[in-house]
């Protein structure tokens, strides 16, 4: 019970592969094998969006270097 056909999907999770694999439940060669069995999908992609642009000047609303807390008083 080996094959990547035989696991369900949720085992090859991205957000839980490595438990799997460090628990024994798949193998990292059973991984690569689902890996390499996933359709292509870079067809699929959207352009990044334009209006992205102005999300970056928002952060340079912040000042990392700014020692005042929430309440406008300096920390030490």
Do not use: C
Not at 14 to 24: L, S
Not at 47 to 66: K, V
């Amino acid at each position: 019970m080996s094959s990547s056909e035989t696991k369900p999907q949720r085992a090859f999770d991205v957000r839980t592969i490595e438990r799997n694999i460090k628990k024994g439940n798949i193998t990292r060669k059973d991984y690569e094998k689902h890996l390499k069995s996933l359709p292509d999908t870079t067809d699929k992609v959207a352009p990044p969006e334009e209006d992205r642009a102005d999300d970056a000047a928002d952060d340079d609303d912040i000042d990392e270097n700014d020692d005042t807390d929430e309440a406008g008083d300096n920390t030490p």
